[in-house]
DNA sequence: CATGAATGAGTGTTCATTCAT
DNA sequence: CATGAATGAACACTCATTCAT
């Protein structure tokens, strides 16, 4: 039974700074550590991230951590809750509330979709997704039903209101979703890897690419609308 | 995946102070790794994929792995450096020699893509570079040289073509790209992350994805073409 | 297990200054946890077993506990005493009470401790004793002292009234006590260890076990006695 | 890729007493584990045992121990198979070849086996098994099986062939090797437990404890054998 | 008195890397 | 050249113990 003394010992003084941790108000806990979590799955992945970091990062202990997830993968899942899979909801309301044309719903979603999650650390999820899906294929199938789903059934939903209106040309609904979610996916991803490391000049500016493939979707490359096959 | 021993890296022969290797029937070692570190690279990831896993595929023990790789992270880039060779050379001449309507070069180019590249082992090689990207900054700087900016070009020169003959709407031809790249990446990536694991009905029909993904870049998701900005 | 309260250890009462705390309801504490404690050391052993199970199976929190405790260490001690305090008076006077015939006394003996301790949690106590001697060593010894030793007397009280009455032939007592002794704690400890996980046709009956035990100590293997050194 | 140089470290040299380890046999090596392990796990259990502890009295590295065995609970079973179950078929040989009575054969087979394993490291491991079966019922399982079993298997033979010969009183043959056992297991445990940390004067001598339970096994306590129910 | 949030040392197991042979 | 035995740092998770409230 050594060292009653260890409480309050430098290191961990100096991990916080000198704050008396003790002195935290107690309900941002959770709240902290998924935040220090988000922040380091998306920099470093999954496998790689220690949750001892991700601890000292919310200015907690490893236990503490311990104390409110019971494993690695349930705090990642609890990450991907908080950003992602809890706001669906609050989408298909907006879906449902809207009232202009079909090709400004398209529009408004991925402007919006961009603004509020593409501009976070958020948008680091479907990177970290991808690269561990092979390994935690438990997660992977979280991810899938928590997230890609939803998200495909949204957009179809966006496309059937546009084929309903006769403002879309029929089409299959399943594929057509693809097709929106290809060139999200694609643009976070960017950001979370190839575009953390190349030239000024190959950079893609999320506005623009946006503009271009919400023009492509709606009205393709052709000049004249005429279906060839 | 042609002969690998041509491609020895630069390390690996200063291991071994330039004695002509290649006069041994031994020579065949580096490309056998090469070939097994590939495999185990795209399925597993980097991190998950053990160096014995490597020499046991290759034939070969841990011990002469690294007498030709000095270590994991240096297998991983001879890997992808050997695997992402000029390709490019071959698709710019087929592209120069094609004489069809440029709809057509267009779905050929997709099609042809993912039979030549989709189809195989290398076809998980921007999955990888996707995950390690951030670990591996040179090489992804490697990568966007030699692979991204040259499809890239080659597909500004087919669009570039489309316009240039009346076929196509005028456009931004950088952005242009990314919106045939996207979808042809996401595809790539899926099949080595969440395709693997998610639900029958969830899967993707790579042909029917494609044909979805070309009627759209084609002619857009509008009833009528009538560009509105 | 009766009214645990009055026996609450020195360390205890030392831990509250000595207040009486008899006054209030609260003064079950103690027991409940020792009895808890008890069930759960008996059932898991004294690693395994957690603090926060023995303070959750007796109601109250973990802080309780080590404010009637310092330390788990002294809990094991608080409930080993507990449980093993005086019945020998009582044994012993049913020893100076018995009328019949020794082999009878014997009988009575076994089968009578079997009902009264071998059925109940505190059978576990020889097995938690066994396992952590080496550990607690000023316990074993308190063991030693308090149980093996009266046990010992009194069983060797037995033998000789058996001897004395020309019912058992002449022999050392010492060693006679641990023939006796030998297979009663063989039972307690195969009840709450091997016994708990073995085959169905490797269980020992105890009623059947004891009546074995028995005609072999009064009677012997062999066909005729006729003693041989 | 730090500290090439941690090999042969000054600690590594001070846990061989400054020998160079590289110079030993290989051979030697699973021996010398099995050998620590023996000794650590009948010292302090086998959950209270930390792996680098044996695989340090051995004078390797931990990494070592799990190229030799691939799991803590394997390691344990193989000290078993080592010193125990490995034994049996011998002993059936022995006694196939046995010529005199058969309560020689008894007093042979009780003094013979003290010797053998009771006054070794290995008397400790039933003590062991005691301790461990709740927790680990894998390995209770086991010993169950490849000690328990064979033992029992043994010594009912022994009691056959002295029923068969007329020398013993029929009996049930799995109780009565209970009654064999019992009291050469209580002396196993009795060395590793209690007896490790009582007086001088409460010693159990094995030669007498022996001889003693011998005499009653084959006489009984009876004065005259004339079974009484 | 009682609580329960917070702590952090401790452990079995893996695996990239080394090096004597 | 090739081997594979040996290494030891690293990591997720547990749990006895503390202490502010």
Not at 206 to 222: I, K, N, R
Request: net charge neutral.
């Amino acid at each position: 039974m050594p060292s009653a003394s260890s409480h309050a010992s430098p290191q961990a003084v100096a991990l916080t700074d000198g704050q008396t941790r003790r002195s935290r108000r107690k309900g941002a806990r959770p709240g902290e550590l998924l935040a220090a979590a988000l922040d380091l799955f998306v920099e470093k992945g999954f496998a790689a991230t220690r949750v001892e970091e991700v601890a000292a990062r919310a200015g907690v202990s490893k236990g503490t951590l311990f104390l409110y997830f019971p494993s690695k993968e349930e705090l990642f899942k609890a990450v991907v809750r908080e950003n992602i899979s809890g706001r669906f909801a609050e989408w298909n309301e907006e879906f449902d509330r809207f009232e202009g044309s079909t090709q400004d719903m398209l529009r408004y979603c991925l402007f919006n979709w961009w603004e509020r999650l593409g501009t976070t650390k958020a948008s680091g999820i479907p990177k970290l997704m991808m690269s561990e899906a092979q390994n935690f294929p438990e997660l992977a199938s979280f991810y899938q039903h928590e997230v890609m789903q939803p998200a495909n059934t949204l957009i179809q939903r966006i496309l059937q209101r546009g084929v309903a209106r006769g403002e879309f040309r029929p089409m299959d609904l399943r594929y057509g979703a693809y097709l929106v979610l290809a060139p999200m996916l694609f643009l976070a991803l960017w950001k979370h890897s190839l575009g953390t490391c190349c030239d000024a000049q190959a950079q893609l500016d999320p506005q623009s690419y946006l503009t271009a493939q919400l023009d492509m979707l709606l009205h393709g490359f052709c000049a004249q609308t005429s279906p060839t096959h």
